[in-house]
């Protein structure tokens, strides 16, 4: 199995920047695919950004050019850089691990509030 630990969230305000991290226990693999999702109250779960795992990545592309997505290997330690930081980007972020594109395994979320 899968665990995963996210950290980070808080309260910030519009402009402001966070760091999540996530971190990945149990049977890792090196090919597994990894990514962070949020949820705002009333809204549906949503791709935020993604990294294979070798390295490829893809973002919303509402954080495009402000959040960055990261990763450590060794670690198993997954990283989200945000930077100007908006209200809309209130929400629960979830970490994701996704393998062979069929089995996803999820955190139990880190709250994110950024205020005007």
């Known amino acids: 199995q899968v665990q995963l630990v996210e950290s980070g969230g808080g309260l910030v305000q519009a402009g402001g920047s966070l760091r999540l991290s996530c971190v990945a226990s149990?049977?890792?693999?090196?090919?597994?695919?990894m990514g962070w999702h949020r949820q705002a109250p009333g809204k549906q779960r949503e791709l935020v950004a993604n990294?294979?795992?070798?390295?490829?990545?893809k973002y919303a592309d509402s954080v495009k050019g402000r959040f960055t997505i990261s990763r450590d290997n060794p670690e198993n330690t997954l990283y989200l850089q945000m930077n100007s930081l908006k209200p809309e980007d209130t929400a629960t972020y979830y970490c994701?691990?996704?393998?062979?594109?069929?089995?996803?395994?999820w955190g139990k979320g880190t709250l994110v509030i950024v205020s005007s």
């Open positions: 149990g049977n890792i693999y090196s090919i597994d695919d």
């Open positions: 990294i294979g795992s070798g390295g490829t990545t």
């Open positions: 994701n691990l996704r393998r062979y594109n069929t089995v996803d395994y």
